[in-house]
């Protein structure tokens, strides 16, 4: 049997359009003075260790790039398909 799985949108800021993302969103000054903060390990999310931007609860979140921050990150998706089918 077929199941229906449920189509999720994924926006992607490519790299480049990252600081005009940062400040539309007024995060940018933040940003480059170390206060966004990873949601995973509390560490400064800066250009160079910035893994990935998520919306949750409508506020953008970071991630930054330690394995276990990304491990996270895969075992939270998973769980949102688990919960989406």
Do not use: H
Request: glycine content about 4%.
């Amino acid at each position: 049997m077929k199941r229906d799985k449920k189509k999720q949108v994924i926006e992607v800021i490519f790299e480049n359009y990252l600081k005009q993302f940062l400040q539309k969103t007024g995060l940018l000054d933040d940003f480059v003075n170390g206060k966004i903060k990873c949601i995973f390990c509390n560490n400064s999310v800066n250009f160079s260790n910035l893994s990935l931007i998520f919306i949750k609860e409508g506020n953008p979140v970071f991630v930054c790039d330690a394995q276990g921050c990304l491990e996270k990150v895969r075992d939270l998706l998973k769980k949102e398909v688990r919960n989406n089918d």
